[in-house]
């Protein structure tokens, strides 16, 4: 075992060239701080790339099947049924008519929910072989042969374009290929963020920085939007080689840990002793100098204490997040918002207030959980809390364009923000949990089960709506509700535990003597 691995341990120790090229011109080693920022800034363009080349199927969606069937493009809410289009829609539509085969037939709707379910589904199957395998080999190559893997299938199936292509298989296996290779962006980023940072206000700076979802869902709308007038093949071969070119720069300047690039922490604060009661300045990881560390096993991570449960709310989370992620465009350019139709474009640019929403989400459910030091009460709360904002966007957001947009930014905090935490810091505190011993091999396996797991649900939600919406986008939204409701009720374990633990915790505060009470993941 140490003979394979050793050869990759010593190629992870040398510097990219990147970074021996910023030494030399600098004439002196780069400082962790100087590291830790770039860190930070490649694994964020990395991630927004690949949500970028993500997003590009959802905006694409309705040139490809502009008349799918009367029933599942009229906006049929809970209280007002409108019986018929206007008009000029219905010219426009005719205008539109031909999209592009096979997704223009009756069925159209189903095949693009179709393929978004073989591309989350073979995404899903390669997250949980892909943290496993990125604990045992160098993570910058790993993530480059990912990226720049997604941008040649997501070009070619824009290339179906121009080379006239219209046969579904194509689109099916080119997608498939596609989700194989995007499945090695998530644990790869996550665990090098893990081995560079600390525990210091990690849900507050992992909210921040999962910002790159939501910024790549909006920079990937704006790009497929603007290329669609050029041809829809465009939208999906720009954000390619886009995804492509910063997987360039990934195996020119990411570092994967301080041992990679021999870089010390000196006077930063994650080096510093551990204050009594504070918690927050120990490493985030064990150096690999200090532990003899194995990969730990698949089984092994599923046994640790939060794993699953988190697991399973990331299912149902994923569910509501990825239905909106892959239709809400579509549902926009298909739904009359004060008595008007928006075109394909326009809706895939308001789609991005969505994000927008999320990013709001993800830094204010990464604040308000390093606050009360609940991660599963936040989890839970803001899941409740999408349950109403589902409700409302259903059932007023049709009113006017001004109030679509407000309950569709509320509905993206809500969704969204429990998303982002489960993702990033409760992933990074369940791969650093106490029972691991310090073993820094094995945030890429946990992170790859939690979001493996969630991207299950993910493939579902797309699929169920494909279906679904042709009978009634009512019956999607009540589905979307059920889901978020099941997300917060698979977390009442770990926040009974968490109210517990504070509770215990403000009893002893008097009582020096009182032994502290155990980690809500410890039970």
């Excluded at 979802?213 to 709308?221: D, E, Y």
Aim: hydrophobic share 45%; net charge neutral; glycine share 10%.
């Amino acid at each position: 075992m140490n003979s394979i691995l050793d050869p990759v341990e010593r190629n992870q120790n040398k510097p990219p060239l990147g970074i021996r090229f910023l030494e030399c011109i600098k004439r002196r080693r780069l400082s962790y701080g100087t590291h830790q920022a770039i860190v930070l800034i490649v694994t964020f363009l990395a991630y927004a790339s690949y949500h970028a080349a993500r997003k590009t199927t959802s905006i694409v969606k309705s040139t490809l099947d502009p008349n799918s069937s009367e029933m599942g493009l009229n906006f049929v809410p809970w209280r007002i049924t409108y019986s018929c289009e206007p008009a000029e829609r219905k010219r426009f539509s005719l205008k539109l008519g031909d999209g592009w085969a096979p997704f223009n037939a009756s069925d159209g709707t189903a095949l693009l929910g179709e393929l978004d379910l073989a591309f989350l589904a073979v995404y899903a199957i390669g997250m949980f072989f892909s943290g496993h395998i990125g604990d045992r080999m160098n993570l910058r190559i790993f993530l480059t042969i990912g990226m720049v893997g997604t941008g040649i299938f997501t070009s070619l199936f824009g290339v179906g374009f121009w080379a006239n292509v219209h046969n579904f298989y194509y689109y099916l296996i080119v997608q498939m290929i596609a989700g194989m290779f995007q499945s090695t962006g998530w644990p790869s980023v996550v665990a090098v963020v893990g081995n560079w940072f600390g525990k210091r206000k990690r849900g507050l700076i992992m909210g921040i920085w999962n910002a790159h979802t939501s910024v790549g869902n909006i920079s990937g709308s704006l790009i497929a939007a603007a290329m669609l007038s050029y041809g829809w093949g465009w939208s999906f071969v720009l954000p390619g080689l886009l995804i492509a070119f910063v997987g360039l720069l990934v195996f020119l300047l990411l570092p994967v840990s301080p041992e990679a690039v021999g870089a010390d922490k000196d006077e930063d604060e994650s080096n510093s002793p551990n204050k009594a009661g504070d918690g927050v300045t120990e490493p985030l990881l064990a150096s690999e100098s200090d532990v003899k560390q194995e990969a730990v096993g698949f089984i092994e991570a599923w046994k640790i204490p939060g794993v699953a449960p988190f697991a399973l709310c990331l299912f149902f989370s994923k569910l509501v997040a990825y239905t909106f992620l892959y239709w809400l465009p579509f549902y926009i350019s298909h739904t009359a918002i004060d008595g008007k139709y928006l075109s394909d474009g326009t809706s895939g640019n308001l789609s991005t207030l969505f994000d927008v929403g999320g990013v709001v989400g993800g830094i204010l459910a990464g604040h308000v959980s390093d606050r009360l030091d609940a991660r599963a009460i936040t989890a839970a709360s803001f899941m409740y809390c999408a349950i109403p904002a589902l409700f409302f966007y259903r059932s007023y957001g049709h009113l006017s364009l001004g109030l679509n947009l407000a309950l569709m930014f509320i509905t993206g905090i809500f969704v969204n923000g429990p998303y982002a935490l489960i993702t990033t810091a409760v992933s990074a505190d369940l791969g650093t949990h106490s029972s691991l011993r310090g073993n820094s091999r094995a945030l890429a396996t946990v992170t790859s089960i939690i979001d493996g797991t969630g991207s299950v649900g993910a493939a579902l939600g797309p699929l169920l709506t494909g279906y679904i919406s042709s009978k009634s986008w009512s019956a999607v939204f009540t589905m979307l509700m059920a889901a978020a409701l099941v997300a917060g009720l698979l977390l009442t374990r770990l926040v009974v535990a968490e109210v517990a633990a504070k509770i215990a915790a403000s009893r002893s505060q008097g009582s020096p003597t009182s032994r502290a009470p155990a980690a809500p993941f410890d039970v």
